[in-house]
């Protein structure tokens, strides 16, 4: 496989399109951080992550640069167009680094150098020589030969490899496999790949396979379960010919949204994609992506847009060698027609798995299927319970919504003075329940502002209830929280009771006004 | 190297290598051994009455280990009791109010949870008793109806309920509410058509389960 390389560019299109002079230090910035420099910024100091102010203190001359994805997409197409007409079957991971599959390529030009020499002659003066390009075998080995600008010959990825570091995984999203190698003492990417084969699927699932496939330098079709059924091509039709690029793009939203799902729902996540635009005139741009780790439908509506503003906008090649334009480059009419085709699927559950325990396959299946009951019942009709800080056993238990994440408002390891202690009430009573609480002489039962009951409970009953006698109680557990606001000041009493028939209960007083206490049952120790 | 791949091939969780059901039943805690030797055998349909705390300590060691536990028309459950008494929190989702969709939700998650408790409503019809007792079985799920009042579950094939109740601890206007004794008791089909009983300490004063001979009575302070 044959990987082409073009380091940095952003800063490349961005010059494109500005017109900067080419040895001038340039700089591209999102949200005042540096995205990619040119190589000259970078030799007095500029790197990537840098704040724009630093950034121009180490550098006084930096041309400062937007970042335009659309332009990046659209400068990239000649070079895509330039490489397909050396070697077919191109697949663009993202504008700046495209690859394909060069065995019979190599035969025709007699050799792997003289494969490099025809995809520089088509691709060199186009990015203004900045490129770089490197074969191996497996799109991963080919990547990392590329950013070397070597040959590695057939079969031997696996030894160019080894002396990598983990680290490098890191950069197609396994942060945490690469973390967990280094703390196991595993550093290179050779001693990953002498890991045997079925352990590291059992302990990391798919995503790691293939991690580990790409180590040993092997084929990196990925392990594919079964090809996709066509049910999941979709076909999107718009009613009238589109030759803006947002609009298409916003029209295919729901599309990409349906391809993806439609994936996921046969427990298939997409590795390599076709997009197929079709226009009124019957013109017709097909273009292989391919994203390493998980694909999104924001992914696929970035991808639409790449491939689109390419062709619809493309630039045209300027003038030096090479071939001229070819008028029949660019579309006449408007796009109807987009078509999503899977091309190489992986099965999901790609996700890490932690060396002890761990969601695994039996936590996908619950997530799916808590995910449709959700669908069917509405939101919040699933919960996940978590603790909460509190001194009401109420207030402690937290039911969080399935799917969101769990925000904790108050810390539960704190000391929360006033709360009752373990066991907690097994049943909570939410809303409490209004209950009747009566002393002797059938009245609530009050607690003095000392704290102490002054009649003790004699029984006890939940709303319409007769009620019953008590056999034992005790408490009071008073909280008065917020006396100084008087509108959320609250002065509750809790008491435990047990009534004849040995159930206990956990009972709330409302002590605001005490002559006339209100009570309610908030939980049974069930 | 070698090292490495030892410890990974000696640490295999079974869940992650073979298909459901990995094992066939699923651990219960020691202490509720002599009423359920077999543990929780997946397929199989336990009925449970008379007490919530019985019911998450039948769940706390299966859930512990990696099960996960769907809890349906339950009332609300203090996450404190459930954490206590062993259950891991994030593998206990729950849908208080299923309403009209009670067998639709039971059945979804028959297919995708180990464990599904729900709270039996009062008119069921018989078809979808049926229905749903034959795919917990093919499924391989361990489905646990809560009966409460007067509500029933005709074809369990283990009827567990929980009786008595004497709290320690507590006495007239002081200490607390420690520990309870209580008895649970099992009778159903096949295996399991010996009643058997047994007393326990549940909860005990940390939130846990006990046989009742090992534990002694905790001074009233």
């Not at chain 1, 030096?320 to 009419?333: F, S």
Request: aromatic share 6%; net charge neutral.
């Amino acid at each position: 496989m044959a990987t082409v390389w073009c380091p940095d560019w952003p800063v490349t299109a961005a010059r494109m399109t500005s017109g900067a002079p080419g040895d001038a230090p340039v700089a591209v910035f999102t949200a005042n951080h540096v995205v990619a420099c040119s190589a000259v910024a970078r030799s007095v100091g500029v790197r990537r992550g840098m704040r724009r102010r630093e950034a121009q203190y180490r550098c006084p001359d930096l041309v400062v640069l937007p970042r335009d994805e659309t332009a990046e997409a659209r400068c990239f197409e000649p070079v895509i167009t330039a490489v397909e007409s050396v070697v077919p079957a191109v697949e663009v991971t993202r504008p700046g680094l495209a690859a394909a599959g060069v065995r019979g390529p190599i035969r025709r030009f007699e050799g792997e150098s003289g494969l490099i020499d025809a995809l520089w002659r088509a691709v060199g003066w186009l990015t203004e020589d900045a490129c770089q390009i490197g074969i191996a075998d497996g799109s991963f080995a080919a990547e990392q030969a590329a950013r070397l600008g070597r040959i590695v010959p057939a079969g031997e990825s696996a030894d160019f490899l080894a002396n990598f570091p983990v680290s490098t995984l890191s950069a197609f999203g396994h942060a945490e496999l690469v973390d967990l190698l280094q703390r196991l003492g595993i550093h290179t990417l050779g001693g990953f790949a002498a890991l045997p084969a079925k352990d590291v699927s059992m302990r990391f699932g798919p995503a790691g396979a293939w991690a580990h496939r790409q180590a040993g330098g092997r084929d990196d079709r990925p392990i594919v379960v079964r090809e996709p059924p066509p049910e999941c091509t979709i076909t999107v039709e718009l009613d009238t010919p589109v030759d803006r690029v947002d609009v298409v793009a916003f029209s295919a939203r729901s599309a990409a949204e349906r391809f993806i799902s439609g994936l996921a729902a046969r427990g298939l996540s997409c590795a390599c994609f076709e997009l197929e635009a079709f226009t009124d005139n019957g013109e017709q741009l097909t273009r292989r992506w391919r994203h390493p780790g998980v694909l999104t439908a924001p992914d696929v509506v970035d991808r639409i847009r790449w491939q689109l503003e390419g062709w619809l906008h493309g630039m045209a090649a300027r003038g030096g060698g090479g071939t001229d334009p070819d008028p029949g480059d660019r579309p006449t009419a408007g796009i109807t027609r987009l078509r999503f085709v899977p091309v190489e699927t992986v099965p999901t559950g790609a996700h890490q798995q932690s060396l002890w325990g761990g969601a695994g396959e039996a936590g996908e299946r619950a997530h799916r299927a808590l995910a449709r009951v959700q669908t069917m019942l509405g939101l919040g009709s699933v919960v996940v319970p978590a603790i909460e800080g509190g001194r009401s056993p109420l207030d402690r238990t937290q039911l969080v919504p399935w799917g969101e994440e769990r925000v904790s408002v108050r810390e539960p390891a704190r000391p929360w003075p006033g709360r009752l202690p373990s066991p907690a009430p097994s049943v909570l009573i939410d809303p409490p329940r209004p209950a009747k609480v009566l002393d002797e002489g059938g009245q609530p039962v009050r607690v003095s502002d000392r704290g102490a009951v002054v009649r003790p409970p004699r029984c006890f009953g939940v709303g319409n209830e007769a009620p019953v006698a008590v056999t034992s109680w005790a408490g009071p557990w008073p909280v008065d929280e917020r006396w100084w606001d008087p509108a959320t000041a609250s002065r509750v009493v809790r008491l435990q009771l047990v009534d004849v028939r040995g159930r206990a209960y956990l009972v709330v007083g409302d002590m605001s006004a005490p002559a006339a206490p209100t009570w309610h049952l908030e939980g049974v120790y069930d | 190297m070698a090292d490495v791949a030892t410890l990974l091939s000696s640490t295999a969780n079974p869940a992650t290598v073979a298909p459901r059901p990995t094992a066939p039943t699923l651990p219960v805690s020691p202490a509720l051994a002599p009423v359920l030797p077999d543990g929780l055998r997946r397929g199989s349909t336990v009925a449970v009455s008379g007490s919530v705390s019985l019911l998450l300590a039948l769940l706390a060691t299966a859930s512990d280990e990696g099960a996960w536990c769907a809890l349906v028309g339950m009332p609300p459950i203090s996450a404190e009791a459930a954490q206590d008494v062993g259950i891991e929190l994030s593998r206990l989702p729950m849908v208080p109010h299923p309403g009209e969709n009670w067998v639709v939700v039971v059945g979804a998650l028959i297919d995708a949870v180990d464990v599904v408790v729900a709270r039996v409503p009062a008119r069921l019809a018989d078809g979808d008793i049926r229905r749903l007792a034959a795919r917990v079985r093919s499924r391989g799920a361990v489905f646990m109806p809560f009966l409460t009042g007067r509500a029933h579950w005709p074809h369990a094939d283990v009827r567990i309920a929980a009786e008595g109740g004497s709290w320690s601890g507590i006495g007239l206007g002081y200490g607390r509410l420690r520990q309870r004794q209580i008895t649970v008791s099992a009778n159903g089909r096949g295996s399991a058509a010996r009643p058997r009983s047994t007393a326990l300490w549940l909860p005990t004063a940390s939130g846990g389960i006990e046989p009742y001979l090992s534990q002694p009575l905790a001074a009233v302070v």
